[in-house]
């Protein structure tokens, strides 16, 4: 568990707070709108109504104390300057803020900030690669030419073994795992044979995954 500081409560710090609570960590929350504030209060350790850009209001927060700061209002450069610098100042041990453009992006790193994160460019992203690719059920993306696809078996595949595919030599993509009635489950045995009922989770280069889905097996 880890101590959490969100300053933003728009919609990504609102989804960012209920899932960071979810997972069991200690989290306090600010943002100017009290009923914003208020609506988020039952689901955190803490909420608050409060302007961070100003100094004092994050004294009295102890920001200090916390393992890690989000700083979510990336539609104005400005604020979320201010604040990751005074964050930064009064000691915060790290610092992400939120951003939409590689300019700011660039400020906040020069300025305080540890990381930065991309929600929306990266949903878009994982939402790209997910709807252009057949037969792709979800995606993650681990850096730029490389990520994690859950897909269906190809039919050629079916009923046949892992050892017998050859996956690895052949289509230079790793598969890593499947999923079967919503459980992820390791593949670690080359006995293991290929089912219709069955996802797989693939990881590998962008390119080999849609070279792998373009030979329609």
């Known amino acids: 568990m880890r101590s959490i500081l969100i300053i933003g409560l728009g919609r990504f710090g609102r989804h960012l707070a209920t899932s960071l609570s979810d997972l069991g960590n200690e989290l306090m929350v600010i943002d100017k709108n009290e009923a914003v504030v208020n609506k ?62 590689d300019l700011h992006a660039k400020f906040l790193l020069q300025n305080g900030a540890d990381d930065v994160i991309y929600p929306e460019r ?13 037969n792709a059920f979800d995606y993650i993306e681990l850096s730029k030419h490389y990520g994690i696809f859950e897909i269906a078996a190809p039919k050629s595949w079916i009923g046949r073994s892992l050892q017998e595919i050859n996956v690895r030599k052949k289509y230079h993509v790793n598969i890593i795992a499947y999923k079967c009635h919503d459980q992820i ?18 990881a590998g280069d962008k390119k080999n995954f849609h070279e792998l889905i373009a030979k329609k097996l």
């Open 40 to 101: 988020m209060a039952p689901y955190v350790t803490s909420a608050q109504i409060g302007d961070c850009t100003d100094e004092v209001v994050l004294k009295d927060l102890g920001v200090a104390n916390f393992d890690l700061c989000f700083v979510c209002i990336s539609n104005d450069l400005e604020s979320s300057l201010v604040i990751t610098m005074t964050l930064k100042e009064l000691g915060a041990h790290k610092i992400v803020t939120k951003v939409n453009q």
């Open 122 to 134: 990266d949903m878009a992203i994982r939402t790209a690669m997910k709807y252009s690719a057949q």
């Open 185 to 202: 489950l390791p593949l670690d045995k080359d006995e293991y044979y290929f089912s219709e009922e069955q996802h797989l989770i693939v």
